[in-house]
């Protein structure tokens, strides 16, 4: 019965091939709109998580104070607040598993006839631990080096290849400040940060040769920033009181004085930019889906002309024995069937699209099962419910009434 209907209904699409094409078009545009906008809107969602991923897990930041010079009130990490000695105490707070204490600076690099400037940071060997960042190829430093105030460097992707190109840059000679460094080790690949930071394009040196070699501190032992991490995402904010807690106490800030450190929760800033890239790729399907509404107008529209232009044939097969219900499913299956056609073509154009848009405009997307299987539940759902009036005003008709139809 089923295979008999299924006939009959592509028998009535073939019979008007166009006015089937130009209905199917709308479910083919809407269908191929949902699946390139949520192709965009995954892709920039993985963009996301990985620069999530890359920052490390549980992060917070403790950045030194800021000052007021001639009346201008200078940014954060400009007053030597923090010290290495501050980071030691917070490491024994028992909601913190890990701390790393940083000392950043801007300078030329070079190697041969090759330099770059790029960002040269004191560390020490946890901060690898901390943001989760291996070394890909050779060794880290470790505590020996950072007591010995060692000329020794990791280098990140970016600027092993532009100093070294294809050649193994471990164990050859970095230039810093016209000082050598030996390179131990090649930082595994992180990519672009939040910000649209290069964060291979850095140079990590012991805190202590970075603080007396480098760029000299003001005071010994002072750094620009603290890596603090939590223990668990729900110890976060505990974490965070906790830090400032202490810190206030080994500042001895008077209780109304304001905090000379600012604590900023990395994991929440990150978190927060998640949740709005997440609402984009809503709002992205949600707008492609009016296509899909129109597209089900468009059918609907068709069918009552279809149900018009047959009033006679469905005359005729109710006054042979068919029933209501075998009238109803007629028409259903040819809404249906044209639902499910364009959406198959609209997949195809939708993958199409987000492949051509990958290549032309380096973006990334991604098309996933899920995706692909929204698309096809939507679109059946619009057959189902733009056809139905029809197939239902269609079998209500009377025989005797349709038969004088002309």
């Not at 679109?379 to 056809?387: E, K, Q, R, S, Y």
Request: aromatic share 4%; proline share 4%; charged share 15%.
């Amino acid at each position: 019965m089923l295979g008999a209907l299924l006939q009959e209904a592509f028998r009535a699409m073939a019979a008007n091939r166009l006015r089937t094409f130009l209905t199917m078009l709308g479910m083919v545009i809407g269908v191929g709109a949902v699946v390139l906008m949520l192709a965009v809107g995954e892709g920039a969602q993985f963009i996301v998580r990985q620069a999530i991923d890359s920052m490390g897990s549980n992060l917070i930041m403790v950045v030194s104070g800021s000052a007021t010079t001639g009346g201008l009130r200078l940014g954060a990490g400009n007053v030597p607040s923090l010290t290495t000695g501050d980071a030691q105490a917070i490491g024994e707070l028992p909601s913190v598993t890990g701390v790393a204490p940083v000392q950043p600076g801007s300078t030329q690099v070079m190697s041969g006839t090759n330099n770059w400037n790029t960002t040269v940071s004191g560390i020490t060997p946890s901060f690898l631990e901390v943001r989760n960042w291996p070394v890909a190829q050779g060794s880290a430093f470790g505590d020996a080096e950072v007591r010995a105030v060692a000329r020794v460097a990791l280098v990140g992707r970016t600027v092993a290849q532009l100093l070294f190109g294809d050649d193994d840059p471990i164990g050859r000679t970095l230039r810093i400040r016209d000082s050598p460094y030996l390179i131990l080790g090649v930082l595994s690949a992180k990519g672009q940060s939040l910000e649209g930071r290069d964060q291979d394009d850095t140079v990590l040196v012991p805190i202590t040769t970075a603080q007396r070699k480098l760029f000299g501190v003001p005071f010994p032992g002072t750094v620009r920033y603290v890596l603090v991490q939590a223990r668990s995402p729900a110890l976060l904010l505990r974490a965070q009181n906790a830090v400032t807690q202490l810190l206030r106490e080994r500042h001895r800030l008077p209780e109304a004085s304001p905090s000379d450190f600012t604590v900023r929760n990395l994991t929440a800033i990150a978190e927060a930019q998640a949740e709005a890239t997440r609402v984009m790729s809503i709002m992205l399907g949600a707008i492609a889906c009016v296509s899909l509404l129109v597209g089900g107008i468009g059918i609907m529209n068709i069918m009552l002309v279809s149900v018009s232009e047959r009033t006679r044939e469905i005359g005729i097969r109710l006054a042979i024995g068919a029933r209501e219900r075998d009238i109803l499913m007629q028409f259903l299956l040819e809404a249906v069937t044209m639902s499910v056609a364009g959406c198959l073509l609209g997949v195809a154009l939708g993958v199409g699209s987000a492949a051509a848009l990958a290549a032309g405009a380096k973006l990334t997307v991604i098309i996933t099962g899920p995706a692909i299987g929204l698309a096809f539940g939507v679109a059946l759902v619009v057959g189902i419910f733009f056809g139905y009036y029809p197939a239902r005003k269609a079998s209500r008709l009377r025989p005797i009434e349709a038969l004088r139809q002309q």
